[in-house]
């Protein structure tokens, strides 16, 4: 612990040592924005709160990384502000080492979960003993933190928010954020190495879920086997294999649609996910640092607030009060597809960062970089983990098998002839009409772009706010003539926003969630597949709620420079 804070305060003397840094964020919370009065830690760095002069320096050196929680504090996890009945916290130790990646070897390769039945026989057999195994270490051994119970919890006690930021009181919690990546990679990181070391396999691999390939587009197989242990009872029956999924899943859908147009959309989502990003931070999520209150969803990144979230919402039980398992975080783990969902979500990061697109990949903040969690490895140790050490899959000693990649190239066809924008504009109103808005019916809203036609463009949903209790999604469209818009396979369709019932903390202490955030869709390339006038000087945006709109609401639209 000592060794990777000194070297944190040598790579940037700028940087406080992080326990005043907390400390000092805690003091100006409470006395300002916890309690009621609104004070936004981004307006006291810009000096608007009166406490700091902001300048360029200190702007850079803006705080410091999130730092693993004290797991000695750790309560009770909750749900739309009822405690849930159960204990999430983690066995606690203080023999906390630095983790060090262990020198690669033979690549662990993580086969595509639908191959496994046919093609990796031996794979599957190894897989499910581990998995065995480790269930009966619940029994044992219920302490032992590689038991299966034991893993779901670290999901449990780092996501509904039963753990703080340490030395504060405000609660800590990786999704909705440039942490989700790394976390949850080094999570699969471990449980991985927990499964090959209970079967003395060194090279064993995670399979994952291939969901963004038309062949893997339903549950594996191999978590279907009532027999099995890779089996769990808390799943939608009705989404059983051969039912395709959906990544625009919500329960309200108005019609059930057919396979093929079902595929069609999924393909389309997954393009506008991994092609249609600008900035790294719209893929990975946006930027959280010590003192930072619990992000809100809007802070999350493409994958994770679109495929992601559907693909939680659309295996966990519909007749369980949050949909568990896999319908809200603090149950997930419990799942053992959990695990090759994430591996998927993982494995879009690798694909992501391999892209050969122009948007920058990597990101260079120390707060970032530093993040640090803390985990039991194979061998029961406790150890202190970087996100900065987790950005290259190989040095951790594994790969994804070769699959198909069809959504690269499901970019929408080009529309012949782009929309007359006096003929779609009699049903949309000014944003000065519109906004603040509560989505509890489809908006169509006239906005001014920043130049005419195909300019260099994004699109900001500003200050969305959703209901921590509920699940919650919109889509955004731009010149849909629709007004009434279904399908995402088409150039029309800019994105989508949607997440889980969320809220965590302790008791009722955290249970206000003033957070609000923005998302951003990219512009370029939806104009050129819009075919859109070079003379048109504004875009109707078509925001349809599809799940809960009533509980959510949007400050404002704009269009900016990209
Ligand atoms: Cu930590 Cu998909 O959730």
């Given at each position: 612990?000592?060794?990777?804070?000194?070297?944190l305060?040598?790579?940037?003397?700028?940087?406080?040592?992080?326990?005043?840094?907390?400390?000092?964020?805690?003091?100006?919370?409470?006395?300002?924005?916890?309690?009621?009065?609104g004070?936004?830690?981004?307006?006291?760095?810009?000096?608007?709160?009166?406490?700091?002069?902001?300048?360029?320096?200190?702007?850079?050196?803006?705080?410091?990384?999130?730092?693993?929680?004290?797991?000695?504090?750790?309560?009770?996890?909750?749900?739309?502000?009822?405690?849930?009945?159960?204990n999430?916290?983690?066995?606690?130790?203080?023999?906390?080492?630095?983790?060090?990646?262990?020198?690669?070897?033979?690549?662990?390769?993580?086969?595509?979960?639908?191959?496994?039945?046919?093609?990796?026989?031996g794979h599957?057999?190894?897989?499910?003993?581990?998995?065995?195994?480790?269930?009966?270490?619940?029994?044992?051994?219920?302490?032992?933190?590689r038991?299966?119970?034991?893993?779901?919890?670290?999901?449990?006690?780092?996501?509904?928010?039963?753990?703080?930021?340490?030395?504060?009181?405000?609660?800590?919690?990786i999704?909705?954020?440039?942490l989700?990546?790394?976390?949850?990679?080094?999570?699969?990181?471990f449980?991985?190495?927990?499964?090959?070391?209970?079967?003395?396999?060194p090279?064993?691999?995670?399979?994952f879920?291939?969901?963004?390939?038309?062949?893997?587009?339903?549950?594996?197989?191999?978590?279907?086997?009532?027999?099995?242990?890779?089996?769990?009872?808390?799943?939608?029956?009705?989404?059983?294999p051969?039912?395709?999924?959906?990544?625009?899943?919500?329960?309200?859908k108005?019609?059930?649609?057919d396979?093929?147009?079902?595929?069609?959309?999924?393909?389309?989502?997954?393009?506008?996910?991994m092609?249609?990003?600008?900035?790294?931070?719209?893929?990975?999520?946006?930027?959280?640092?010590?003192?930072?209150?619990?992000?809100?969803?809007?802070?999350?990144?493409?994958?994770?607030?679109?495929?992601?979230?559907?693909?939680?919402?659309?295996?966990?039980?519909?007749?369980?009060?949050?949909?568990e398992?896999?319908?809200?975080?603090?149950?997930?783990?419990?799942?053992?597809?959990?695990?090759?969902?994430?591996?998927?979500?993982?494995?879009?990061?690798?694909?992501w960062?391999?892209?050969?697109?122009?948007?920058?990949k990597?990101?260079?903040d120390?707060?970032?970089?530093?993040?640090?969690?803390?985990?039991?490895d194979?061998?029961?140790e406790?150890?202190?983990?970087?996100?900065?050490?987790?950005?290259?899959?190989?040095k951790?000693?594994?790969?994804?098998?070769?699959?198909?990649?069809?959504?690269?190239?499901?970019?929408?066809?080009?529309?012949?002839?782009?929309?007359k924008?006096k003929?779609?504009?009699?049903?949309?109103?000014?944003?000065?009409?519109?906004?603040?808005?509560?989505?509890?019916?489809?908006?169509?809203v006239?906005?001014?772009?920043?130049?005419?036609?195909?300019?260099?463009?994004?699109?900001?949903?500003?200050?969305?706010?959703?209901?921590?209790?509920?699940?919650?999604?919109?889509?955004?469209?731009?010149?849909s003539?629709e007004?009434?818009?279904?399908?995402?396979?088409?150039?029309?369709?800019?994105?989508?926003?949607?997440?889980?019932?969320?809220?965590?903390?302790?008791?009722?202490?955290?249970s206000?969630?003033?957070g609000?955030?923005?998302?951003r869709?990219?512009?370029?390339?939806l104009?050129?597949?819009?075919?859109?006038?070079?003379?048109?000087?504004?875009?109707?945006?078509?925001?349809?709620?599809?799940?809960?709109?009533?509980?959510?609401?949007?400050?404002?639209?704009?269009?900016?420079?990209?």
């Open positions: 612990m000592a060794s990777l804070q000194s070297s305060v040598l790579l940037s003397t700028n940087h406080k040592p992080p326990s005043t840094a907390a400390r000092r964020f805690h003091v100006s919370c409470s006395s300002g924005g916890r309690g009621g009065g004070v936004d830690r981004r307006d006291m760095l810009l000096g608007l709160g009166g406490l700091y002069g902001a300048t360029a320096a200190n702007l850079n050196a803006r705080a410091d990384p999130i730092q693993p929680p004290d797991m000695k504090v750790c309560g009770v996890p909750e749900v739309g502000g009822v405690p849930l009945d159960v999430c916290c983690p066995p606690v130790s203080d023999a906390i080492k630095d983790y060090v990646l262990p020198p690669v070897g033979t690549l662990r390769v993580r086969p595509a979960a639908h191959r496994l039945h046919r093609h990796h026989h599957l057999a190894k897989y499910e003993e581990a998995v065995r195994r480790m269930r009966a270490l619940d029994k044992t051994d219920p302490d032992d933190p038991g299966f119970t034991q893993q779901a919890n670290v999901h449990c006690a780092y996501c509904n928010n039963a753990y703080d930021q340490a030395g504060t009181d405000i609660p800590l919690s999704h909705f954020s440039w989700f990546f790394p976390w949850h990679r080094w999570y699969l990181y449980y991985e190495r927990i499964l090959g070391k209970l079967i003395q396999d090279t064993f691999a995670l399979p879920w291939n969901w963004d390939n038309p062949r893997g587009m339903h549950l594996p197989l191999i978590f279907d086997n009532e027999k099995s242990p890779l089996y769990d009872a808390n799943r939608n029956p009705l989404h059983r051969p039912a395709v999924v959906d990544l625009q899943y919500t329960n309200d108005p019609e059930p649609i396979d093929e147009r079902l595929v069609r959309n999924n393909l389309a989502s997954m393009y506008k996910e092609m249609r990003v600008r900035k790294p931070e719209d893929f990975m999520g946006q930027s959280y640092v010590a003192g930072d209150e619990v992000p809100p969803p809007a802070k999350a990144g493409t994958v994770e607030r679109g495929s992601h979230t559907s693909i939680h919402r659309w295996v966990g039980d519909p007749s369980n009060p949050y949909h398992d896999l319908g809200n975080f603090y149950s997930a783990g419990r799942d053992p597809a959990f695990y090759s969902h994430h591996s998927n979500v993982d494995r879009m990061w690798t694909i960062r391999g892209l050969r697109t122009r948007v920058p990597a990101i260079y120390p707060d970032y970089l530093n993040a640090a969690f803390l985990f039991y194979e061998n029961k406790l150890v202190r983990v970087r996100a900065g050490d987790a950005l290259d899959n190989r951790m000693g594994y790969e994804y098998e070769d699959v198909d990649v069809p959504w690269l190239y499901f970019r929408p066809p080009r529309r012949a002839a782009g929309v924008i003929d779609i504009s009699k049903t949309a109103q000014r944003p000065e009409k519109v906004f603040p808005l509560t989505l509890s019916r489809i908006a169509r006239l906005v001014s772009k920043t130049a005419p036609g195909a300019a260099d463009e994004d699109l900001v949903v500003e200050h969305i706010h959703a209901n921590p209790d509920e699940f919650v999604k919109f889509d955004v469209y731009v010149n003539e007004d009434d818009p279904k399908d995402v396979d088409n150039a029309e369709y800019a994105g989508t926003f949607a997440k889980l019932p969320h809220r965590g903390g302790r008791g009722g202490h955290h206000h969630d003033k609000k955030g923005s998302v869709f990219s512009l370029k390339e104009y050129e597949d819009i075919n859109i006038d070079g003379d048109d000087e504004e875009v109707v945006v078509t925001i349809v709620p599809r799940a809960n709109g009533r509980h959510v609401t949007i400050g404002g639209i704009k269009i900016v420079k990209a």
